[in-house]
């Protein structure tokens, strides 16, 4: 059971765009952080961009500016707008989802399968 399914990854050039999207089925997304992460060869994981339940955003500093993350609540889907690419931004993006899963605030993370973003120079 698929739970995150992200799309949109392939291979630009700098100082073009691409536009990512994660469906999530609702029982994940539903009043829940959602995030985007990413991982370049030889790299560890990195949180790119989270997103509140209530739309509210953060962003590592490296995409200030250039990256956007947002949320339709109603499709239940997660996007990562991505402008100004540059060859270090090559890695593997992954949807991911923080869910709550005890009174205690304990929270459970799911992840997609990731999709290849790859900018050339």
């Known amino acids: 059971q698929v739970q995150l399914e992200e799309s949109g990854g392939g291979l630009v050039q700098a100082g073009g765009s691409l536009r990512l999207s994660c469906v999530a089925s609702?029982?994940?997304?539903?009043?829940?952080?959602m995030n985007w992460y990413r991982q370049a060869p030889g790299k560890q994981r990195e949180l790119v961009a989270s997103?509140?339940?209530?739309?509210?955003?953060s962003y590592v500093d490296s995409v200030k500016g250039r990256f956007t993350i947002s949320r339709d609540n109603a499709k239940n889907m997660l996007y990562l707008q991505m402008d100004s690419l540059k060859p270090d931004d090559t890695a593997v993006y992954y949807c991911n989802a923080e869910v709550v899963v005890n009174v205690e605030g304990a929270k459970r993370h799911f992840w997609g399968q990731g999709t290849q973003v790859t900018v050339s120079s």
């Open positions: 997103i509140t339940s209530g739309g509210s955003s």
């Open positions: 609702r029982r994940i997304f539903s009043g829940n952080a």
